[in-house]
């Protein structure tokens, strides 16, 4: 049974594609299949919480499966308007997974109300991973959800969290917001907690073919994806021994404060996905959100539309998580000194547009691109290199304030550790949504604190990226990620702009100030795995 209805589907699939391929069943997402690491496709087998993409369908014959939309409608609801008025969703792609779990664990009082229940949830969480919110707003949906259960239900739009007291909640402004700090147009509504957000490969006609990365520049095409991965001969990614290193040497020169950053992956949990009938126009892999920049030049749409059109049949075209590991770009890794006055050397890999982007907010660092082997960089990453930048002159000169080049500002103090309190000021102008604005600054902070304490993938000394694990990225988990306090400052640039990114490279500053700046990022290596 799966959601009250009776299913029939093959006995050699696993429990994810049972459900997506087979039963079309599409709050379950796919962010890893089949490295059971992201939680991206949890769903209850007869009420237990259980990872579908490693599941082999044979083992729950016969039992019930729930998946997010098959939760009592009543339960339903409640979590979807807990998690909107909070701000514990944003794309929406890991939230059903999320979702799940946590009313699982509610109705076995396996945690307590409250946020005497904080540490039982941030434990259950270990099995996810979230790479928008930051854990904490989803810490809050949890405190939520008996006001909401309460009074909230059917009112339409939230009235807990942040926005308590207030009458009603535009969210067409909370949109406004998102889409100014995600960088694409984005939905804020219930209705995105439970995975309906608009993802490209949801929506895909059931006829499609599927197309998927041949390993040496083209695509490998079968009738389903069962039959497109074993034309493609996919193996399982796993971690490597090796550690991830900063790949260039620092400047010479007697510098104030020197950086060095390593390889890190964008880690977006939804990967690539695009379709297209022929003549048509390609679903945008951006689905829900942007991916912080990830998949801006993603080969996924024009594949789509040019197998479509050759084949006369619609595709669907998909990187599995090993697929994006290794194609997808990279933040270019800095080496970089720099004086108390600001001037300086910041050493990049070689990257468009990312020597604008430094000069942006760092004018006195000379930028020197470099050639390195290794995968592919980008400046359309979130704040990439004028972060890198912002940071190193901010601790050279002991300014804790950020400005962006979109000209907001930000300062944080941040000891980075799971005892204390990240506590941000951000000038952004109109917050529109304040719900939407602290949930993606909290996501900054743990963006950024991640990135400075355990973030980093190794990559090979011919260029190969050797971590292809959800788990060997060094994300911060939810039991590291400390409290978050965000004050937002309503002065700042007369027409709203994105904020989030300013605190990103605020809060990264703070928490190597308060290490007392180390040169090599990640400091703290045994945390990444």
Not at 275 to 286: D, I, K, R, T
Request: net charge neutral; charged share 20%; proline share 8%.
């Amino acid at each position: 049974m799966v959601d009250g209805r009776t299913v029939h589907v093959p006995a050699d699939v696993s429990l994810l594609d049972a459900l997506r391929e087979h039963a079309k069943v599409r709050s379950p997402k796919d962010g890893c299949a089949p490295q059971g690491q992201c939680g991206c496709c949890t769903v209850l087998v007869d009420g237990a919480p259980r990872v579908a993409c490693v599941t082999p369908v044979r083992r729950v014959a016969g039992r019930t499966v729930t998946t997010a939309d098959g939760l009592a409608e009543a339960d339903r609801e409640a979590w979807a308007g807990a998690f909107c008025a909070t701000g514990a969703s944003q794309c929406g792609f890991c939230t059903p997974g999320i979702l799940v779990r946590l009313s699982a664990l509610r109705s076995s009082g396996g945690a307590p109300p409250g946020p005497a229940g904080h540490p039982k949830v941030a434990r259950a969480l270990q099995a996810h991973l979230c790479r928008c919110t930051g854990w904490r707003t989803i810490l809050d949906a949890w405190d939520a959800i008996d006001e909401w259960e309460a009074g909230g239900r059917h009112t339409g739009v939230p009235a807990v969290g942040p926005a308590r007291g207030s009458a009603a909640r535009d969210l067409d402004g909370a949109a406004q917001r998102a889409a100014l700090e995600g960088g694409t147009p984005q939905r804020v509504g219930p209705e995105v907690a439970l995975g309906r957000g608009g993802f490209a490969d949801d929506g895909a006609p059931d006829d499609a073919l599927v197309a998927l990365p041949d390993g040496r520049g083209g695509w490998v095409v079968g009738e389903s994806l069962a039959e497109a991965r074993a034309r493609a001969g996919k193996v399982q990614g796993r971690n490597t021994t090796l550690a991830p290193r900063p790949p260039l040497e620092l400047p010479p020169g007697d510098w104030s404060r020197t950086l060095r950053t390593c390889w890190v992956e964008p880690a977006y949990l939804e990967t690539d996905a695009s379709w297209c009938v022929p003549g048509g126009e390609p679903a945008s892999p951006l689905g829900n959100g942007g991916a912080f920049g990830g998949k801006v030049a993603s080969p996924v749409a024009a594949a789509a539309r040019e197998l479509a059109d050759r084949l006369g049949r619609p595709v669907r075209v998909l990187l599995g998580r090993e697929d994006s590991v290794r194609l997808g770009p990279k933040r270019p890794p800095v080496a970089a000194g720099a004086r108390a006055d600001g001037t300086g050397v910041l050493r990049v890999a070689r990257t468009p547009g990312v020597a604008a982007a430094v000069a942006a907010v760092a004018p006195g660092l000379e930028v020197r691109e470099v050639d390195v082997a290794g995968p592919p960089t980008s400046a359309a990453l979130r704040a990439a290199g004028w972060a890198e930048a912002a940071v190193l002159v901010a601790a050279a000169k002991g300014d804790r304030v950020v400005r962006s080049p979109g000209g907001a500002e930000a300062e944080a103090v941040a000891d980075g550790t799971a005892g204390g309190v990240v506590r941000v000021r951000v000038r952004c102008g109109d917050p529109i949504d304040e719900i939407v604005l602290r949930s993606y600054c909290t996501g900054a902070a743990h963006m950024a604190l991640s990135w400075v304490r355990s973030e980093g993938i190794a990559v090979d000394d011919e260029g190969n990226v050797a971590d292809l694990t959800v788990r060997s990225f060094g994300v911060l988990r939810a039991l590291d990620m400390p409290p978050v306090e965000i004050e937002i400052d309503r002065g700042g640039p007369p027409e709203p702009v994105n904020g989030s990114d300013a605190v990103f490279a605020a809060v990264a500053a703070g928490a190597w100030m308060e290490q007392g700046c180390p040169t090599d990022w990640p400091t703290h290596r045994g945390a990444r795995r």
